[in-house]
């Protein structure tokens, strides 16, 4: 028997980045007892490299804003999949949120008459993000933990979750490892919050951190929770393509809201040739009112440039496959053209876009504020995930609640930059809330020792290997991530997912024969290993939920059904473990929002 | 691409030593880069902590050919490759194992420091007006990525280990940017002055010069609240008025 030390709390939360640490707070302040789990040092979540900003209706720069105008964006950019009540409560709380944040002492930037500053993004119908430069996320994770530690959580440094259990159908505890030595630890819990972000690792290109392994997906659905919409991967436009090292590291789509513009290799803004008729009322019409609009000009509308990242992104990927890209293979993002208008321009780039300075000069060699940047898509976000009750953020599994980029809802086929660290604020908060709640009124539940071991021994099962040898743990993830690239990447075919779901299956019978070598302490080898059982189920559910698809639509595209398809309009697609341990997949009826919010969708198509 | 030698520390904190890998550099490789295929390719267990590899996160900090820096910025061909590059962890802290350092000091420390404590709202709607002259420098501090590296070149904690009478540059940044937030009414002068020992800080400005995200941490930080220090316990017209109506 492997030995493990015992952890209680009311409520566990496990992730610490802005949900996680947000839904600890709230918790907290409920008057139960907290314990957060980070997979990292606290203070380094996937979070602290959001940039662009927290969407809120503040109507701090524009007078016009308010939460429906937020409510029809999103559901507008999320191609009116989304689930109507999230967004709704999203709209109307992230504002109060912010503010919050700025009581614990985020430092945002401002307006000329000292109200906190917001900034255009795409699919934004007014400026809209609270920033802080272009490291707003930071500013964020900094203030939730600065704050957060004072709050009496208990907070468990570098601790990976492998396994959650349940007592009948209650989640009642989770068994995780210490990275410094290995240790097996379980946490008992009344309610445990999930908040791991996502799942970009699944990739090869990502702007993700090497965390994003999609591990909570994949602790809820193993504990019998639903997963929805997840053919839905955002591609994000503009990540660095050059050197190859750097691959795939986000360049802020603030870039673009303060002026920069697209060009393909013969010097031309080819987004202004393809914009989507829901958007074209909302779209400038010439170059000229597309700039005045990022300088702040009320009646001017925004370029195509600040189009939803979903279609920028295939716009790109157009160019290229045209012939028309850059040398290593993206197009060129341009903001050192601002110069022509603006006597300034370089200390302006600098004063707004400080960590996009920094990371090309840096590590690209390249001065953003003389030349252009080479740019293409990267896998960013994953707007699939747990399926949860809009309003208390519980799974479909009770004690088990889910918040952040892990959850799924909100953002509908597509998100619109600037909702994600909103997002994380406002259903942080609830998840913290009703999970306290429900952790007041269950507690004590039963764990089998043989269900702890069993764990254990699988957790274990690839250092035993060590002597007789086996797959090489990376070696299976470098290639997971390739096929998942090359087959379920921003342009999808049938046969290309259906080969996928066959592959991934091959990947999963090597990796139950990885071996690894070392001890237990802090060995990437193993964590890799045990990483694998994630990447693999998550890989499966977009492969399986995309392929159910058969149109296009957000950040799901089809080169065989390039279009929409009304029917599938109505749908989300559901998967969960069968009873024989096999991926289930169904296709429920989208959740049909009140007339009055069809009225708010209606005023707001003008 | 070259072949070039990488001299990286194993062991832990009970021992340990360098050990020479080969492996391929190509074009804009960085030092994590180096790692990752070393790892892949011939140590397996090899650990190191890193997250976001973008500068953004300060977890890859350790010493390349002795300079601390982020491996994740330092490009190899900014470093001589002809010869053995040596990684090793920082050394101002214990040693986890391999390159990862214990840095658990830094996260005791900084929950002793008083949290930010706001003036009451200036509006009705909860809202507080304030510039952006007002904030210009405390958002300066803001970007410190808790890297660690300015604490680990600081000679009061690496060649003194004063760690428990000095919090070490990144708290005098902290400290810095709570006390010169425009909204907090918070007083940290007298921990300034004798729990956190400023006095150590003889002004080397050896933090400032390893500092990723270029924060003027010395003369922004340091020396401002010093000179509070000594406006306030040092100036000897306010000694003697505090001596005249102090409290009996």
Known sequence: MVEFKTHEHDVLVIGAG??????????????????????????????????????????????????????????????????????????????????????????????????????????HRYPRLAHVG??????????????????????????????????????????????????FRLFRAGAIVIATGGIGRAFQVTSNSW??????????????????????????????????????????????????????????????????DNYKAQTASDPEEGWRY???????????????????????????????????GGVYLDIAWIKEKLKDAEQRIKKKLPSMYHQFKELAGIDITKEAMEVGPTTHYVMGGIRVDPDTQQSSVPGLFAAGECAAGLHGANRLGGNSLSDLLVFGKRAGEYAAKFAKENSGGKVADAEIQDAIT????????????????????????????ALVGIVRKQDEMDNAIDIVDGYRKRAQKVAVHGSREYNPGWHTAMDLHNLLT???????????????????????????????????TVVNKGSDGSMQLRHDPVAQWPDELQTIIDENQK | MTEVTFRLWRGDKSGGEFKDYQTDVTEGMVVLDAIHQVQAESAGDLAVRWNC???????????????????????????????????????????????????????????????????????????????????????????????????????????HSKHDEFIGPRYFVYTAALEMHPLDTEDRLPEVKEAYGVGYCNITKCCTVVCPEHITITDNAIIPIKERVVDRFYDPLKRLFRKLFAKS
């Open chain 1, 458 to 485: 699988e957790a274990l099962s690839s250092l035993e290997r060590q002597e007789t040898g086996g797959e090489n743990p990376y070696e299976i993830q470098f290639a997971l991530q390739k096929d998942m690239q």
């Open chain 1, 134 to 183: 272009d490291r707003t996320g930071l500013e964020m994770i900094r203030t939730l933990q600065d704050h957060g530690v004072h709050q009496g959580i208990d907070v468990h440094h570098e601790c990976t979750i492998i396994r959650l259990f349940k007592d009948g159908e209650r989640t009642v505890a989770a068994l995780g490892y210490d990275r410094e030595k290995g240790r």
């Open chain 1, 538 to 572: 998550v890989s499966e559910a977009i492969a399986r939920s995309a392929g159910s698809r058969p149109e296009s639509r957000g950040g799901h595209f089809r080169e065989d059904f390039p279009d929409k398809d009304e029917k599938f309009g109505k749908l989300t």
């Open chain 1, 294 to 328: 990022t300088q702040g000009d009320k009646d001017a509308r925004r370029p195509p440039e600040l189009l939803t990242r979903d279609h920028v992104a295939r716009c790109i990927m157009n160019e290229v496959k045209a012939g028309r890209g850059s040398p290593h």
């Open chain 1, 18 to 123: 802005g949900a996680g640490l947000r839904a600890a707070i709230e918790a907290s302040a409920q008057g139960v007892t907290v314990g957060l789990v980070c997979k990292s040092l606290l203070g380094k979540a996937h979070t602290v490299m959001a940039e662009g900003g927290m969407a809120a209706s503040l109507a701090n720069v524009d007078s016009r804003d308010n939460w429906q105008v937020h409510f029809a964006d999103t559901m507008r950019g999320g191609q009116y999949v989304n689930h109507w009540r999230m967004a709704q409560l999203h709209a109307q709380e992230a504002p109060v949120c912010v503010n919050e944040l700025e009581s614990w002492g985020a430092v945002f930037d401002r307006t000329k008459d000292g109200r906190i500053l917001q900034r255009n993004f795409g699919g």
């Open chain 2, 53 to 159: 590899k973008a500068g953004k996160c300060g977890s890859c900090s350790a010493e390349i050919n002795g300079n601390p820096r982020l491996m994740c910025m330092t490009r190899c061909s900014d470093i001589p490759l002809d010869e053995p590059v040596t990684v090793q962890p920082m050394k101002a802290f214990p040693v986890i194992r391999d390159l990862v350092s214990d840095v658990s000091w830094n996260y005791e420390v900084k929950q002793r420091i008083k949290p930010f404590k706001p003036r009451k709202p200036d509006n009705a709607d909860g809202t507080w007006t304030v510039h952006q002259e007002d904030i210009d420098r405390v958002q300066e501090f803001r970007k410190c990525i808790e890297c660690f590296l300015c604490q680990d070149v600081c000679h009061v904690l690496r060649e």
């Open chain 1, 211 to 276: 965390e994003y392994t999609g591990d909570g997906h994949t602790l809820a659905y193993d504990s019998g929770a639903e997963l929805i919409d997840m053919e839905y991967v955002q591609f994000h436009p503009t990540g660095m393509v050059w050197p190859p090292s750097v691959r795939g590291i986000l360049v802020t789509e603030g870039v673009r809201g303060e002026g920069g513009v697209l060009r393909n290799s013969e010097g031309k803004r080819f987004m202004f040739d393809d914009i989507p």
